[in-house]
């Protein structure tokens, strides 16, 4: 399981909520937070586009300013920053339901979960396009978005 060590600024309280943070230029990113957006019944999580200021100050130092993993979905929790997979397991975890049935999938060794996920990162843009900008979240959904 990819981990680190979090670094928060205190204004940007991640007890309460995991905060999910998504290349918010990337179309394929923008659909699985409006996916997550349909789902989130429990009011879980929190959203903040990677090109944003909270995301560089809920980033630890070595993922910020174009870290190797910002190609990534990246879950921050308290006390833990999970990257590639093991952030999409974290996150159906969350979700509850059938879809925390997938985590099961987290005894699958990283490297190999990682593989995957890095294959389909590396190709979001090309079989999916890019944003011209980030994605503006309705009224109703504003609230889950930080920053």
Not at 67 to 85: Q, R
Not at 88 to 105: P, Q, S, T
Request: aromatic residues 10%.
């Amino acid at each position: 399981m990819k981990a680190h060590r979090h670094e928060s600024d205190p204004a940007l309280d991640t007890a309460r909520h995991p905060v999910i943070l998504f290349d918010g230029e990337c179309r394929f990113c923008n659909g699985w937070v409006k996916f997550l957006l349909r789902r989130d019944k429990r009011d879980v999580f929190r959203f903040a586009p990677l090109q944003s200021e909270a995301s560089q100050l809920l980033l630890p130092s070595h993922l910020r300013n174009g870290g190797s993993s910002l190609d990534s979905v990246i879950v921050v929790e308290p006390g833990a920053v999970y990257t590639h997979s093991s952030a999409v397991l974290r996150i159906a975890k969350h979700l509850g339901g059938a879809w925390a049935l997938l985590y099961g999938l987290i005894i699958i060794p990283a490297p190999l979960r990682d593989r995957i996920y890095r294959w389909v990162a590396k190709n979001r843009y090309a079989w999916f396009g890019k944003e011209q900008s980030c994605m503006m979240p309705t009224e109703e959904t504003k609230r889950k978005f930080i920053g």
